[in-house]
């Protein structure tokens, strides 16, 4: 059930005097005409919330309600897997500016998010909000999507300030959305698209180091004579 809370302010001054308003928040920005008790004519205003909601909920919404899906990650992640007809518009863009600041910043971030998590380096997007409003009136319905739900939380709240008033997003992000939920485009599933850089060879590098020492350890508790002789012919210095 949406919920809905509101307050009251009032102007004090002689030109104001019994002005006030009834400010709500609804879950569905519905309009809800109404006076305050003892005051004439009375003026309403409405904001809706970000709805935030899980996978399979935001499934339902875009295929029984109508949303259409915002992707606002970099562009490296929305290529490796995105949902499919979805629309982009990235909240962080790429900095590729070169004064003497940046550019540090920039090294610095190369050489530990870039390179062991494939992470890019960038900067908040100046044309997010005129961006969206090319493609979508504030009428629209809009699920806002992202990786790990922080981009999209933030992009939502931009979004819900300048008008719109049918905003979900996915609490914690794609990643938490299993393969087949949505009908997806890419090279891999939407919840590995974050993943990158070295942490992604690492991870393959020990599960075959793991293996093979399984394996030694296996092979010296069940065959120790052989082990035995085999360890006798490795050479020693």
């Known amino acids: ?7 009251t302010s009032c102007l004090s001054s002689s030109s104001n005097l019994g002005a006030c308003w009834l400010v709500l928040k609804t879950h569905n920005a519905r309009a809800l005409p109404g006076k305050l008790p003892g005051t004439g004519m009375r003026r309403l205003a409405i904001r809706a919330e970000v709805e935030f909601v899980n996978a399979d909920k935001a499934k339902e919404l875009v295929e029984v309600d109508g949303y259409a899906v915002l992707d606002v990650r970099d562009k490296n992640q929305f290529e490796r897997a995105h949902i499919k007809s979805c629309s982009h518009v990235p909240l962080f863009i790429e900095n590729k500016d070169n004064d003497p600041g940046t550019i540090i910043k920039r090294q610095l ?11 890019p380096f960038t900067k908040p997007n100046p ?7 090319t493609q979508f009136p504030p009428e ?6 992202c990786q ?10 931009k979004l819900e300030k300048a008008g719109y008033k049918n905003i979900a997003s996915i609490t914690s992000g794609l990643q938490t959305v299993k393969p087949g939920t949505f009908e ?11 993943k990158a850089g070295l942490v992604t ?6 599960t075959v180091l793991g293996t093979i020492l399984v394996c030694a350890y296996i092979f010296v508790t069940f065959f120790p004579d052989q082990a035995e002789k085999l360890f006798q012919l490795a050479p020693t210095g």
């Open 1 to 7: 059930m949406a919920g809905t809370g509101f307050y």
């Open 109 to 119: 971030h190369n050489n530990f998010s870039g390179l062991f998590f494939g992470l």
């Open 127 to 133: 044309d997010f909000i005129q961006s969206v409003k």
């Open 140 to 145: 629209s319905k809009l699920l806002v999507v």
């Open 148 to 157: 790990e739900g922080l981009r999209s939380a933030a992009a939502a709240d």
């Open 184 to 194: 997806s485009v890419g090279s891999t599933e939407l919840e590995n698209a974050g």
């Open 201 to 206: 060879i690492q991870g393959k590098i020990s």
